[in-house]
């Protein structure tokens, strides 16, 4: 149950990640627009940025998912490292941008993966490094 939670959550998490590099890269005028930033000379640099960024954890998040596929133990430590970051930008996102959206469904989704992740490393008994 907890590995089909683990499996679903990181599945939605490369759907948007992947549905947002394809917007930055593709369509990077309403990329811009859903952060809330105009695109012009000055910003497409930025933006270009965060389509490189939004693809290495799309590519992260794809090899969590071969890592918990074949129970390799190196997929929790990515999953750990995925979840912070997203708590992370949460949270930073709220204190600079004051958007609570942001705060509510990147903390969330951070904190989640890190909860299923320890319950099933836990059930598995999988050491924790």
Do not use: Q
């Amino acid at each position: 149950m907890k590995k089909n939670l683990l499996y679903i959550t990181l599945i939605i998490a490369f759907v948007i990640e992947a549905v947002l590099t394809l917007l930055c890269f593709f369509k990077p005028l309403k990329a811009m627009g859903l952060f809330g930033m105009t695109y012009n000379s000055e910003t497409a640099f930025l933006g270009y940025i965060i389509a490189w960024f939004c693809l290495l954890v799309s590519v992260l998040i794809i090899f969590a998912l071969l890592g918990l596929k074949n129970n390799n133990n190196g997929f929790k430590i990515l999953i750990y490292i995925l979840g912070f970051w997203w708590i992370g930008l949460g949270i930073g996102i709220y204190i600079i941008f004051n958007k609570t959206d942001n705060l509510l469904f990147d903390s969330l989704k951070g904190l989640l993966l890190i909860v299923l992740n320890y319950l099933y490393a836990k059930e598995k008994k999988i050491r924790h490094y």
